[in-house]
């Protein structure tokens, strides 16, 4: 299994997202190509309702802890609930350009 | 207390604002870093740079430290905020407005 799918699957049984976006954005970065290394998550789940965005994050971390441990470098979040989704959706949510830390 | 545990909790009890990054304010390594600085000077912000490149206990530390796994984290009057995601929505918002300038 892909790490991409890894991902997908432990915040599914996680979070139980009625909305997941999950995007390998490791080309973007200075890693080899084909690496999974940098991802960008959009959940939407009703457990969010009533966190606030730390409590959020935390969630989506925990969910992703041994992926964490295991190589995943960079994890950048949108957590939302579906009232949100459905208002806002996830505008203007651009992962910043790479300055090429990653190897440090 | 380990070293890099009384380090942190100095720097973030001795300073207003601190972020911890890779690379400095000046010169940050990390896109995620970067724009956390943009959004921190963006805001008029006085703030402590911590670069956690140049000390690995630092490093591991600061993620131990508040059960975060990632870097950048921001903490303001000694308390945790979050990472780049967060800041940058909570700037978007205006929350974070509001938390460095009570007053205005």
Known sequence: MTRQQSIQEKLTLALHPSHLDVENESRMHNVPAGSETHFKVVVVSDVFEGLGLVDRHRRVNAALADELKAGLHALTIRALTPAQWTAEGAPGFESPPCLGGSKS | ?104
């Open chain 2, 1 to 104: 207390m380990s070293d890099a545990k009384k380090t942190i909790q100095d720097t973030v009890e001795q300073n207003r604002v601190v972020l911890f990054m890779k690379g400095t304010k000046n010169f940050p390594q990390c896109g995620f870093s970067q724009r956390a600085v943009a959004i921190l000077k963006e805001c008029k912000a006085e703030f402590k740079d911590v670069n956690v490149l140049s000390d690995p206990a630092i490093r591991q530390g600061v993620k131990d430290y508040s059960s975060w796994p990632t870097i950048p984290q921001v903490y303001i009057d000694g308390k945790f905020v979050g990472g780049s995601d967060i800041l940058n929505e909570m700037y978007q918002s205006g929350e974070l407005q509001k938390l460095l300038n009570p007053a205005s």
